[in-house]
């Protein structure tokens, strides 16, 4: 905007160019627009922060310059739009210097809205909560690592929050919520400022080493491995050679598979069998936990570390079996400090320059190939052939579905006793449905599936229909391709079938059950001739 070029009678030029030499300073230190304007509120000059000549209008200063024109003095409010800005009007002579912190406070309510765009972002960084506070130190809004707001929290006030926007300055100390985590807490503006700490992360890797320290022992051995087709043979036979030697196995089957249960077997029936055996799964563990978990730590070694320092996995199994269940998911910075490990046959924990002989036989799991991984150059090739010295594939459930009566016995028995139902039986046509099915979940859904089954029925026996849908329902019947006449027979027969076989064979008992009579029977089965079909009746 322009100087207007008519100036107030009793307004002279040198006072004018006074005003005018002043206000773009003022607008600087407002961080906002400042100006001169006539006592009726025509605005002569008005410059933004950056000193360059503004026509945007402050909303509701024509009337502040009014009323401090009428008043004789200095007149401040604050403004509607944006929230909490704030303007004011002093006459000077014939004219009125005016200032608006509005452009500030809108770039902070910008600011503001931008970091709680961020603030789930930050928390699922962080590994903890991320949270925003005003000037008191009240939290405005808290987010968790998941993304769902912490509501319990807001409103609450903290005294560290408030003794940061107090001072101004960063703060960097322990976390209230968790001991051993870390807080960081940073005034943005005079009103507001955010934080966030390590929490969850520091809480997930505590809860995982007690649970590990807890049971330092494998439970399973052969027996628990159930199953004797040629497949799982095959694999059996190949870890109980590799059980009397110390060298690392490397584990490949999907998941649900069982690979937990033949890293433990192995343990047990080697020569390290009274030594620990410690599991930990590489894709739970944050990478910023995981080398500090499986390498330990020295007193100082980062904000938050234990007083004294923390022993990892490698130096609490020494002389047993460290499992590292689905090493494909760890981070490669990670991979090469393994490999030297492995080399060396010592750790060197996070913080220290001294390393420790460890004596710990690896084995290793993945449900993806390490090799097309190592050949994609998405796992280092030199770690993958130093686990590789023994490979063990551990063979889907649909390449050995002999074995599911057999495993299906074992869960009926088994779960029997943990849900308190006694289950004994399992139907033919139960049977068959389980045996046609393709179990991409493989043996861990197998379980469930008996579990399931279990809690549906209110007799001793599981049959088809207890089954869920996707099992239940034969793979030609979910075909939407067919007629609906067609699936509905289909379906018919199918539930005919089984009943009768349910029934040894009694077709009369049969028809009683399916609530048809013994001739409807006879035509759902197509069969022409009544007296041969009438002689086989009771099976």
Known sequence: ??????????????????????????????AGFAGVAALDGTVLLQVDEEGRESSQPVPGMSELIRDAAAEGRCVSRTSLLPVGGSSWALPVGSCVLFASNSARVSRELELKSCLQMALPLIAKVAGGEAVIFNREGARVLSVLPNGRQHTEMSGKVFETCRRTMESGRPDVGPSRSVPGAVAVRIPITRDFGFGFNNASNVQMGQQLLKEMNRDRT???TWDDIIGESEALQEALRVAKMAASTNSPVWIYAPSGSGKELFAQAIHNAGPRRSKPFLAVNCASLPPSLIESTLFGYVSGAFTGAEKGGQEGLFETADGGTLLLDEISEMDTGLQAKLLRVLQEREVTRVGSTRPVPVDVRIISTTNRDLREMAKEGTFRSDLFYRLNVVDLAVPALCQRKQDIPLLAKHFLSRLSFRIGKLVSGISTGAMGRLQAYDWPGNVRELENCIERAMNMTGEDTIRARHLPPAIACPPKFQDRSLLFKDRVREFEMMLINETIAECGGNKAEAARRLGISFTTLWRRQGNDDLESFQAGATG
């Open 1 to 30: 905007m322009k100087v207007k070029p008519m100036l107030p009678a009793d307004c002279s030029d040198g006072l004018m160019a006074s005003l005018a030499e002043a206000v773009p300073l003022i607008a600087r230190v407002t």
């Open 218 to 220: 494998a439970r399973y």
